[in-house]
T-cell receptor, first 109, second 115 residues
Framework: DAKTTQPTSMDCAEGRAANLPCNHSTISGNEYVYWYRQIHSQGPQYIIH???NNETNEMASLIITEDRKSSTLILPHATLRDTAVYYCIGHQGAQKLVFGQGTRLTINP | DSGVTQTPKHLITATGQRVTLRCSPRSGDLSVYWYQQSLDQGLQFLIQYYNGEERAKGNILERFSAQQFPDLHSELNLSSLELGDSALYFCASSVGIATVNTEAFFGQGTRLTVV
């Protein structure tokens, strides 16, 4: 799995877009960028993943740079329930996930 | 609800004892993964099984063992327990190893407390 670098913590106001960056300069051509989050001691929750193109689902959008060395997870209208640790992982699906320290996102009222 | 079921949710036991944690994967998922998360620590990969066979191993202690049964449920056995084994243990499942474009689904974990 590719090594990823994320900010340790971030704050965002409720209702605003939360933009979480991730650097993955060593990602290989066949590794996807996956995002998971863990809400206080619960099991990690899958958010979204992508290979080259930007992706959007009901939870979030994923913007991947053209050189695939970095990406941004966007939560368009953050709520208090989005407070969690967010993990960016460069990964071939169905292999083991290697979690880093992630970004602790705090949504403030 | 992720579809992955872990039992028990909480477990309190004494040092030196042995416990078994159980995981039922999502219907149709062949891969099962086990992770350990100690207090304020990251998620540490322990072991992966695919269709009954061990597929990958992480930093799993020799006192720990796991297996996946023909019905695809998995058990993680922890023996000679020490205080430092107190942690959250998560199980995850995914479709399989041949599919590269798939996500993993995690259970709600078993909180083990060794006293």
């Amino acid at each position: 799995d590719a090594k990823t670098t994320q900010p340790t913590s971030m704050d965002c106001a409720e209702g605003r877009a939360a933009n979480l960056p991730c650097n993955h300069s060593t990602i290989s051509g066949n590794e996807y960028v996956y995002w998971y989050r863990q809400i206080h001691s619960q099991g990690p929750q899958y958010i979204i993943h992508g290979l080259k193109n930007n992706e959007t689902n009901e939870m979030a959008s994923l913007i991947i740079t053209e050189d695939r060395k970095s990406s941004t997870l966007i939560l368009p209208h953050a709520t208090l329930r989005d407070t969690a640790v967010y993990y960016c992982i460069g990964h071939q699906g169905a292999q083991k996930l290697v979690f880093g320290q992630g970004t602790r996102l705090t949504i403030n009222p | 609800d992720s579809g992955v079921t872990q039992t028990p949710k909480h477990l309190i036991t004494a040092t030196g004892q042995r416990v078994t944690l159980r995981c039922s994967p999502r219907s149709g998922d062949l891969s099962v993964y086990w992770y350990q998360q100690s207090l304020d620590q990251g998620l540490q990969f322990l072991i992966q099984y695919y269709n009954g066979e061990e597929r990958a191993k992480g930093n799993i202690l020799e006192r720990f063992s796991a297996q996946q049964f023909p019905d695809l449920h998995s058990e993680l056995n922890l023996s000679s327990l020490e205080l430092g084994d107190s942690a959250l243990y998560f199980c995850a499942s995914s479709v399989g190893i041949a599919t590269v474009n798939t996500e993993a689904f995690f259970g709600q974990g078993t909180r083990l407390t060794v006293v």
